[in-house]
DNA sequence: ACAATTTGTTAGACTATTCTAACAAATAAT
DNA sequence: ATTATTTGTTAGAATAGTCTAACAAATTGT
């Protein structure tokens, strides 16, 4: 069984993977905040451990292995985040520290709990998707918002950064999931947006944080 | 802060004391599944971090903030088990295992919004009393079944023991906490007793059975 | 192509937690 | 009072996870 620890470093190596599945020695021990000869060391370990392949100076991989129990792991972060918020009144903002540790939880009924509580839900708060029983995660297929043009109208579905002060800075706007943006106006100059939602007449937002807001666009009619 | 290891250490301790709060370390390299030179090395720990009271060949004594340390992860202990059994559906005899590890976990939050969600409970789903916030316990003073007589009646209100087996001969019994019973005889030879109780006309507890359940004895009128 | 920078590796050390083997003190049994 | 048993201690070693210092390979920029 892979300990506390190594769960935390495949799950850090399955969110670093780029589209290839490779992740560099360098990303991954600044994601996990430890030197890297300990991530290049821990990578050797998960290797014997037959969860990642490598070979010295090319990037690592998860094996499918790793890439399961690596899903799994992210399937009770989200699931305990999901919980949170739907059963037990937390913030979206207040629930990712508390799912780091909750995650390494050995009791597949508690998670099962969890689920069926919540009438098995397929997103985390955060809109990322829950990885299924199996390891399997659903590809919603998500635009960022920058890519919308005036005229349409796009709901935001998922956050590309679920960062605390981003969070923060969402509800500081009123802005949840879900929520249908009308956009008014591209500033060609700095790719800002103007939008309205909800009771908001008339809202600006940075290029940054339109990146960041990940959404299902529509053609208004 | 202490490390989880460290925390069932202090745990064991507290559990382990005897009414004048002494542990051999035997007990307690027992009580953890270590070896006694494990057991002693970690004493010896806990009391470099002012947690425990120790010399060499006498028996351990946790010092206060030792005490109010363990109170404390016994209390996020207890109400994750009446969280577990109240508010997801667990059965007595499923959440100790689950909350021998989510006793672990940082989050003030968290154990605030079980209480809450609760409405405060003071004792655990074996009856056993939660820790205030400041680490204090109620002593509730029951008395072992084995201390009634014929013609008194017991309410069940606590567990000498909350072992699997033991919770699992009481489902197969009915008996849960609240069950009122009524005594019918007691056996002199082997101190079994002969008891009614809801729609139980008529069930015989043997000795190791009646020591283990704390009632409150009322006489019958 | 060469130099500079970034990335990755090795070696060696440290802490936390555990063990076994050997011994010492305390307690219990004759 | 001795002896035997139980309890506790020390010494020495192992593993997991981390670090810094030094070096090597790969990549980037001229
Ligand atoms: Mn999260
Ligand atoms: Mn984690
Ligand atoms: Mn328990
Ligand atoms: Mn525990």
């Known amino acids: 069984m892979a300990s506390q620890t190594e769960e935390n470093y495949l799950k850090a190596l399955f969110n670093l993977a780029n589209p290839e599945g490779e992740i560099n020695i360098s990303d991954l021990a600044?994601?996990?905040?430890?030197?890297?000869?300990?991530?290049?060391?821990?990578?050797?370990?998960?290797?014997?451990?037959?969860?990642?392949?490598?070979?010295?100076?090319?990037?690592?991989?998860?094996?499918?292995?790793?890439?399961?129990?690596?899903a799994l792991i992210i399937r009770k972060h989200r699931l305990t985040e999901m919980f949170l918020v739907n059963k037990m009144g937390f913030g979206w903002e207040e629930v990712h520290e508390i799912a780091?540790?909750?995650?390494?939880?050995?009791?597949?009924?508690?998670?099962?709990?969890?689920?069926?509580?919540?009438g098995?839900?397929?997103?985390?708060?955060?809109?990322?998707?829950?990885?299924?029983?199996?390891?399997?995660?659903?590809?919603?297929?998500?635009?960022?918002?920058?890519?919308?043009?005036?005229?349409?109208?796009?709901?935001?579905?998922?956050?590309?950064?679920?960062?605390?002060?981003?969070?923060?800075?969402?509800?500081?706007?009123?802005?949840?999931?879900?929520?249908?943006?009308?956009?008014?106006?591209k500033e060609p100059f700095d790719q800002s947006m103007i939008v309205s939602y909800g009771s908001v007449e008339k809202e600006t937002l940075s290029q940054k944080v339109c990146e960041k807001l990940l959404v299902k666009i529509f053609e208004a009619n």
């Open 120 to 185: 098995f839900p397929t997103v985390d708060p955060h809109g990322s998707p829950i990885p299924d029983k199996q390891g399997r995660i659903q590809n919603l297929q998500l635009k960022s918002l920058i890519e919308a043009n005036p005229g349409q109208e796009a709901v935001l579905s998922a956050l590309a950064d679920s960062s605390t002060e981003f969070l923060q800075y969402l509800n500081s706007r009123d802005l949840k999931l879900g929520t249908e943006l009308k956009i008014l106006s």
């Open 30 to 70: 600044q994601q996990l905040e430890v030197s890297m000869p300990t991530a290049n060391s821990m990578v050797k370990n998960l290797q014997k451990r037959g969860l990642v392949q490598y070979e010295k100076y090319k990037p690592v991989k998860l094996t499918s292995v790793g890439k399961k129990e690596a």
């Open 100 to 118: 780091e540790q909750v995650e390494h939880i050995h009791s597949p009924k508690l998670f099962e709990r969890m689920d069926e509580m919540m």
